[in-house]
């Protein structure tokens, strides 16, 4: 495995990506936004580098990504971030033997950023990528409408508000709202509200797509656990999924 620390693929102090490429060329790169409530998490945690031991082993390669959050930025700072992240993380790896292919991974508030950058194509676009292009998406419970922080910093809403703005997926998703494949991870004792957030979204999906290639996975568990859950392997229960996930056609 090769790692790059802390490479700066924006202007600003914590626009910056780890990225682990594996032994080989031809490579698939995984694109992944942590968790934490747009206002802590970090990519600074010891689980990046187990998921990136076991998707190096398996010929992928792993860019885990850091970007602005609260206090320190506002709506849509992080998207920008994320969208610009996708870009360079793209360009570097064709330079380094990888074969252009980006799936996109997001836990909890990242797996919100992934959905916006899904649904709201114009991230993505300002950049240069068709979100279509994007060859999967890995959603690790994510909050499907407004966000709650975004509620709670920008508009004083209360945070336990469900809401369909500006501030969430499902504004933005209609009948041109396409993608090449997306998995849905939740869980049984998941955040209020979660898995109805969730459900809607499949659903939605399904209503204006019912040939979308979209899986839904109920897990037991807290919210994001799957990350701390083992196999006999020794692979955290998160990496068995997307590895079976990513196989499938």
Not at 184 to 192: E, F, H, K, R
């Amino acid at each position: 495995m090769r790692r790059f620390m802390d490479v700066q693929y924006g202007e600003y102090d914590e626009t910056l990506v780890d990225i682990y490429l594996p032994d080989t060329d031809n490579y698939t790169t995984v694109v992944d936004f942590h968790g934490g409530g747009l206002d802590h998490g970090s990519k600074y945690s010891q689980r990046y580098e187990e998921m990136a031991a076991a998707f190096t082993a398996a010929g992928y390669a792993l860019a885990s990504v850091e970007y602005r959050k609260y206090p320190n930025a506002k709506f849509p700072d992080f998207l920008v971030d994320g969208a610009k992240a996708t870009a360079f993380v793209k360009n570097f790896i064709k330079e380094n033997g990888g074969n252009g292919d980006i799936i996109i991974a997001g836990h909890s508030a990242g797996a919100w950023m992934s959905l916006m950058l899904c649904f709201n194509k114009e991230y993505l676009a300002n950049e240069g990528i068709d979100s279509e292009e994007i060859k999967n998406w890995i959603i690790d419970s994510a909050q499907t409408t407004s966000h709650f922080n975004v509620l709670a910093q920008e508009t004083g809403v209360d945070p336990l508000t469900q809401r369909i703005d500006q501030y969430s997926p499902m504004y933005y998703l209609d009948k041109n709202s396409k993608f090449s494949k997306m998995i849905l991870i939740l869980y049984d004792n998941d955040m209020p509200c979660r898995y109805e957030q969730n459900q809607l979204l499949y659903k939605a999906i399904l209503a204006f797509n019912p040939e979308a290639k979209i899986e839904y996975r109920l897990l037991n568990g807290k919210h994001c656990s799957a990350m701390k859950q083992y196999n006999e392997k020794g692979e955290s229960l998160y990496t068995e999924i997307f590895l079976d996930w990513i196989s499938k056609e």
